[in-house]
Nanobody
Framework: VQLVESGGGLVQPGGSLTLSCAAS????????MGWYRQAPGKQRNLVAS???????TYADSVKGRFTISRDNAKNTVYLQMNSLKPEDTAVYYC???????????????WGQGTQVTVSV
């Protein structure tokens, strides 16, 4: 299973970015997909997640600003980020939890990470 992220970059405070993550590899289902972030010298923390049924979870720091969505048919998850702040600067990692493929079940997978920098 591979996760490929895209959409990171440099944006000014108050700006917007949309991250995308596509999972591939004979996937039958993915229970939950999510985004985590890690700033330099800090641990990796959950930003937002969404289950196959559409239940979402957000970190308090991004509620009202970020929106997570997914396309189950494409095994793709999106993160729309609005009103970005300098403290949102981090490497953002995509996660796929409890992945079922034709050969395996229950695997947990990570993308390679994409840098988001919020700065003037």
């Amino acid at each position: 299973v591979q996760l490929v992220e895209s959409g990171g970059g440099l944006v000014q405070p108050g700006g917007s970015l949309t991250l995308s993550c596509a999972a591939s590899g004979n996937i039958l289902s993915i229970y939950a997909m999510g985004w985590y972030r890690q700033a330099p010298g800090k641990q990796r923390n959950l930003v937002a997640s969404i289950t196959e049924g559409g239940t979402t979870t957000y970190a308090d720091s991004v509620k009202g600003r970020f929106t997570i969505s997914r396309d189950n048919a494409k095994n793709t998850v999106y993160l729309q980020m609005n009103s970005l702040k300098p403290e949102d600067t981090a490497v953002y990692y995509c996660n796929a939890d409890r992945v079922r493929t034709r050969m395996t079940w229950g695997g947990d997978y990570w993308g390679q990470g994409t840098q988001v920098t919020v700065s003037v």
